[in-house]
T-cell receptor
């Protein structure tokens, strides 16, 4: 089975940096995804980590430590439009390849002026 | 930019009725998925589909659910006899590559199903 934990809610200030943590326990772990979801909308892909280390993509970076079962999403130069839920999702290997993702409950990020 | 589309955007049905939710995945994608999200809860995986057959399904995807790719463009989710607890947002997703290759899943806008 798979279990994913992330904080329910975080608040940050426009222009600042925020780090959203995610811990996971999964059998046959094979990658960690981060998605952004605005209220009432579909999740949109932000990042994918399969190896340990930091992946940087513009204002967003994602880090993975497989040995610790830990990931974080780092958002820099926060903008008001970054107010959304950030979903941590892990994939486990059931051998099929076309497998679904297991999502955490999401972290609701509130950006204040 | 290509996108996944879903119809209808909102479906209201009575308990016990059958519903079919429709999705058009991105045209060159080969892997298809259905997820659901009950209001205020997390996104939950239902089923994945590749090469005209189910690859994986979750415990939620019981005998009341079925999927089909009736032609080269559509991908449907059928719920045979809806229950109140089936009320949720249903997301279709597709990817060009399998998850094992880091295939990014693109989500459609969702169909909000309300069972009364």
């Amino acid at each position: 089975g798979q279990n994913i934990d992330q904080p329910t809610e975080m608040t940050a200030t426009e222009g600042a940096i925020v780090q959203i943590n995610c811990t996971y326990q999964t059998s046959g772990f094979n990658g960690l995804f981060w998605y952004q979801q605005h209220a009432g909308e579909a999740p949109t892909f932000l990042s994918y980590n399969v190896l340990d280390g930091l992946e940087e993509k513009g204002r967003f970076s994602s880090f993975l430590s497989r040995s610790k079962g830990y990931s974080y999403l780092l958002l820099k130069e926060l903008q008001m439009k970054d107010s959304a839920s950030y979903l941590c999702a892990a994939s486990g290997d059931s051998g099929g390849g076309a497998d679904g993702l297991t999502f955490g409950k999401g972290t609701h990020l509130i950006i204040q002026p | 930019e290509p996108e996944v589309t879903q119809t209808p955007s909102h479906q209201v049905t009575q308990m016990g009725q059958e519903v079919i939710l429709r999705c058009v995945p991105i045209s060159n994608h080969l892997y298809f998925y259905w997820y659901r999200q009950i209001l205020g809860q997390k996104v939950e995986f239902l089923v994945s589909f590749y090469n005209n057959e189910i690859s994986e399904k979750s415990e939620i995807f019981d005998d009341q659910f079925s999927v089909e790719r009736p032609d080269g463009s559509n991908f449907t989710l059928k719920i045979r006899s809806t229950k109140l607890e089936d009320s949720a947002m249903y997301f279709c997703a597709s990817s060009e590559f399998p998850r094992l290759a880091g295939g990014e899943q693109y989500f459609g806008p969702g169909t909000r199903l309300t069972v009364t």
